[in-house]
């Protein structure tokens, strides 16, 4: 059901897109991922409700106000992957209840066949001649095939409940990671993020181990999107959160924290790791030639700024963020495409 949530065609997709973007800039809308998800999923049809409550928001305003967007993301996207998982919970729960039942009831029907079972092998044992155990002996088979009969469907019951669990398990996950996705880029989203940051902060005060977090920001991205589009800048966009996922570890994790901002955090990595691992991305970036697909024209070279910071006993999650961003804006402060950290900012000071 996920993987089904966006099924249209490159060329659908386009189309919904194209519709898209002109409702953006109708409404003089800012080009971010939450004014692009609440038109595109106009655009598809596919959100009725959402769909029926614009068309009232247009009747009253000639715009449609940022703020009034941001609460439709909320209640007719974002929240409706919690709604969902709400849903398959229900249903989980539903499943175990019915299971519960069936077997409560199975039970009582084992039980009453080995009852009778018993009380046959002890009229068995009591009787007195031949003529006794025919009937007795098709009474025992009888109730043998009925006991039979009934462990198979409670073992049918089981295998089909466990299936229909193992689906829904899925689903659920499916969910709850589409919520914490960014769209675009594939990367965590802000909510993803800030569930693994939780999970490293945690695991570095148990374990002592070290942790750092690298900001990066796309120089003069605004100029890339007003100069080729904004078509263009997605691709920038996807393009840069593919080189940060191949030159990550698998230990390490990548968010898009903003428009054109992406944060790296990096448990078991000391501050010179971190800042190496900075250089080479956006060394990697700058020797990247970029040309517009449909018109064959060069892009120009991009590149970033970074900043890195590591984490003390100190630091709080918006601390150890801060001191990285103190750092990128250093970065962008003194000429744009460079890495600094925490300490170059330090030794400016002293």
């Not at 229900?90 to 499943?95: A, G, M, R, S």
């Not at 190496?276 to 020797?287: D, F, G, M, V």
Request: glycine share 6%.
């Amino acid at each position: 059901m996920i993987n089904n949530a966006y099924s249209e065609s490159v060329e659908e997709s386009g189309t919904f897109l194209r519709i898209a973007l002109q409702q953006i800039s109708r409404h003089k809308l800012p080009y971010n991922p939450i004014t692009y998800s609440v038109w595109y999923e106009f655009a598809t049809g596919n959100n009725p409700k959402l769909t029926e409550k614009i068309h009232n928001l247009e009747k009253e305003h000639q715009t449609i106000p940022l703020d009034i967007i941001h609460k439709l993301f909320k209640q007719y996207i974002a929240d409706n992957h919690f709604l969902l998982a709400e849903k398959k919970i229900n249903e989980f729960q539903t499943i175990l209840s019915e299971l519960t039942t069936s077997m409560a009831s199975s039970g009582n029907s084992l039980n009453s066949h080995g009852g009778s079972l018993v009380t046959y092998a002890k009229k068995l044992g009591r009787a007195t001649s031949l003529d006794e155990i025919p009937p007795l002996s098709k009474n025992i088979i009888s109730a043998t095939k009925h006991m039979v009969a009934s462990g198979q469907s409670i073992a049918k019951q089981v295998s089909d409940t466990a299936s229909e669990i193992e689906l829904l398990r899925k689903e659920l996950e499916g969910t709850k990671q589409k919520a914490k996705t960014d769209p675009l880029t594939g990367l965590l989203n802000r909510m993803g993020f800030d569930d693994m940051m939780s999970q490293a902060m945690d695991q570095t005060k148990s374990d002592g181990i070290p942790l750092c977090l690298v900001m990066a920001d796309i120089d003069h991205f605004k100029k890339i999107n007003d100069t080729h589009g904004h078509l263009i800048g997605d691709n920038v966009l996807k393009m840069l959160a593919r080189l940060i996922k191949d030159n990550i570890d698998p230990t390490d994790t990548a968010a898009r924290f903003g428009g054109e901002e992406f944060i790296l955090v990096l448990p078991g990595k000391k501050l010179e790791d971190a800042f190496n691992l900075a250089e080479k991305i956006r060394k990697s970036l700058k020797t990247m030639r970029w040309v517009a697909k449909e018109s064959k024209k060069p892009i120009g070279v991009v590149t970033i700024s970074m900043g890195a910071a590591q984490y003390t006993a100190q630091d709080s999650v918006q601390g150890l963020i801060h001191r990285a961003d103190q750092a990128l804006y250093a970065a962008k402060e003194s000429g744009r495409d460079k890495t600094l950290t925490e300490n170059d900012i330090e030794a400016e000071e002293a």
